[in-house]
């Protein structure tokens, strides 16, 4: 906990950078300087040992599928898109990101399958998507 | 900490209505204090529920306004938003409430209109209790993150569409018996297996539905439940949160939230899930009643789907869950949920649930879950 009042965020991964980031092909997490616990920016206080100060780095984008849908009733937004894959990717390092599905047959998924990170842009907003590994 | 009871309760029939969602609530809230023969200007407090007011009806600001139609414009009002356990996270406020001292009567309910929106508005607007950033924009549906839960819990269980389908044939079959439920209907095992997909593994009777409707209750401090004709008691009501982003979730197969409220409230009441003789639990999804039959203790993990299918959470069965036909059958206006479900359980305790009474019942439990699992509360009631 006195990590706390050593400073602020150091990393500098707001989650706008991280989606500009994203939508560039770079996955960037944050690892906390107090403890080593990596995590999903953005956040301020690591949720392991309280402390204020991480550092960005970079994600392999590599994984496997934790759990997967298919989605056939679509809110309105995105209607036009239907059906379309979202999966929990795994990633190697340890973190867990959710995405779209890409290039994937609809009937091939799987909990375990390999993914890999790819950037995907949906109605004008950079997205999280995971393609064949 | 003073002891509290409820002493009223009132529930509006669910389903499609052409009135506003402060009109539900006024409704609900007249019966509830008819119910409890208190008068309106008693009422010190008002704690109410509304989730997508701002979005189908352009209405914020929901709290006065459904205390100015009910007629109590005076009264303290805050609205609550918890996604769909708003309205039980404000039925654990006004316990604090009067438990501190501060009250000695308090009215507390929601209310929520959906269906004068088309379904992919509501969909959409449903949406908005998941990460906007992260995944709203992905277009993840709440059918799409219990799909994610299903799909888990399948792998790690082995708990298959048949068994999930039976948790929807089973609370179909309550609700036959609940006057005030959208759906009094029942359905066979092969309905729901062959009701079209809406985020696989679940199909559209995997799904509640989308409903409009209004719950409230009048909660009081122990002096005045004692000159009640029949409180029925608050034995605890706890909360607890989880991470936001279904990425930061470590096991999709479980919610951890319920499982800590759960431990809180069975702390707080001194006593154990099996202790317990009816639960109202939060199916908006038939693989959430499994996932929340376990992580209340009732079963072990995994275990749910067969509970379901063997009938021990049936009526008669062991553990009767959701008598009243739960979200699935009696319906799921958001907003007034948890304080619907409170409404049945106090209605099973007083042994006035009729034709769906379980024998008996002297100690209740009700769980509402909001948003992507990252909010649950539980709540226990007892007859002494």
């Known amino acids: 906990m006195s990590e706390s009042s050593q400073g602020k965020d150091t990393s500098g991964v707001t989650l706008g950078r991280f989606f500009a980031q994203a939508r560039e092909g770079a996955l960037t997490g944050i690892r906390c300087v107090g403890c080593g616990a990596l995590a999903v920016p953005p956040k301020e206080l690591c949720p392991e040992c309280g402390a204020r100060r991480w550092e960005p780095v970079p994600l392999s984008g590599e994984g496997t599928i934790a759990s997967y849908t298919v989605i056939r009733v679509a809110p309105r937004g995105h209607a036009g898109d239907a059906p379309y894959a979202i999966a929990a990717v795994r990633l190697r390092e340890g973190v867990s990101l959710l995405g779209r599905v890409v290039d994937v047959p609809l009937e091939a998924l799987a909990v375990g399958l390999p993914v890999r990170f790819r950037p995907i842009v949906v109605k004008d907003r950079p997205a999280i998507a995971f393609g064949p590994a | ?384």
Request: charged share 20%.
């Open chain 2, 1 to 384: 900490m003073r002891r509290v009871a409820v002493i009223g309760v009132g529930v509006t029939q669910f389903g499609r209505h052409e009135r506003t969602s402060a009109e539900l609530f006024a409704e609900a809230a007249a019966d509830a204090l008819a119910d409890a023969e208190m008068p309106a200007a008693r009422v010190q407090a008002l704690y109410y529920g509304n989730v997508v007011g701002g979005e189908t009806e352009k209405q914020l600001h929901t709290g006065p306004q459904a205390a100015s139609v009910l007629g109590i414009p005076t009264v303290p009002t805050t609205r609550f938003e918890t996604a769909c356990a708003s309205s039980h996270a404000a039925f654990r406020h006004a316990v604090m409430e009067i438990a501190s001292g501060a009250s000695d009567v308090v009215l507390v309910g929601g209310a929520e209109r959906v269906l004068n929106v088309p379904t992919a508005d509501s969909t959409e607007y449903f949406a908005y209790a998941s990460d906007a950033s992260w995944e709203q924009t992905l277009g993840l549906t709440f059918p799409g993150v219990f799909a994610l839960v299903a799909r888990a819990h399948m792998h790690k269980y082995g708990t298959t569409e048949e068994k999930m389908a039976a948790v929807a044939v089973k609370n179909n079959k309550h609700g036959v018996l609940n006057p005030k439920a959208q759906f009094r209907k029942e359905i066979t095992l092969d309905t729901v297996l062959k009701s079209p997909m809406v985020a696989d593994p679940l199909k559209l009777y995997d799904c509640c539905p989308f409903t409009d409707g209004g719950a409230a209750l009048v909660l009081v401090s122990e002096e005045v439940a004692r000159r009640s004709r029949r409180p029925i008691w608050v034995l605890a009501s706890a909360a607890a949160s989880d991470w936001m982003l279904i990425g930061d979730k470590r096991d999709l197969s479980r919610v951890p939230a319920t499982e800590r409220a759960a431990a809180a409230a069975y702390r707080q009441a001194g006593i154990g899930p099996h202790d317990v003789d009816v639960v109202e639990l939060h199916d908006c999804f038939t693989i959430a009643e499994i996932v929340a039959t376990e992580g209340l203790g009732l079963f072990e993990p995994g275990a749910g789907g067969l509970a379901a299918e063997k009938g021990w959470t049936s009526l008669g069965g062991q553990i009767p869950v959701n008598p009243s036909g739960g979200l699935k059958a009696k319906g799921h206006p958001i907003g007034a949920t948890g304080a619907a479900q409170i409404c049945e359980v106090v209605t099973q305790l007083r042994g006035e649930a009729g034709p769906r009474q379980v024998e008996g019942a002297r100690r209740g439990l009700t769980h509402t879950l909001g948003g992507n699992t990252a909010t649950v509360l539980v709540s226990l009631f007892g007859r002494e």
